[in-house]
Nanobody, 115 residues
């Protein structure tokens, strides 16, 4: 059974940083496509960052240069390092694992950026 557990969200001020973690079980992150999505109230879920099995990454234009996705295969964990946070980054952040035609989701962690 695949399980993704996110943590690390919270309330921060604009310009500050946060690191989100996604601990995976039942799936090998090295052979899966791992992504971070976010969903703000009243908005569609959007892809923030993706880490492919071979290690390449891609980012939404809105977070390029501020967010970094990376993994620790020894811990089967994917991270999202977020810097220079803006109020518009406020959302529930969800971890996604994709392997073949199957999609798996975590429960999400709330990130709120406000002064």
């Amino acid at each position: 059974q695949v399980q993704l557990v996110e943590s690390g969200g919270g309330l921060v001020q604009p310009g500050e940083s946060l690191r989100l973690s996604c601990v995976a079980s039942g799936i090998n992150i090295r052979t899966s496509t791992m992504g971070w999505y976010r969903q703000a109230p009243g908005k569609q879920r959007e892809l923030v960052a993706v880490l492919f099995g071979l290690g390449s990454t891609a980012y939404a234009d809105s977070v390029k240069g501020r967010f970094t996705i990376f993994r620790d295969t020894s811990k089967n964990t994917v991270y999202l390092q977020m810097s220079s946070l803006k109020p518009e980054d406020t959302a529930v952040y969800l971890c996604n694992a994709r392997r073949f035609n199957d999609d798996y989701w975590g429960q999400g962690t709330q990130v709120t950026v406000s002064s």
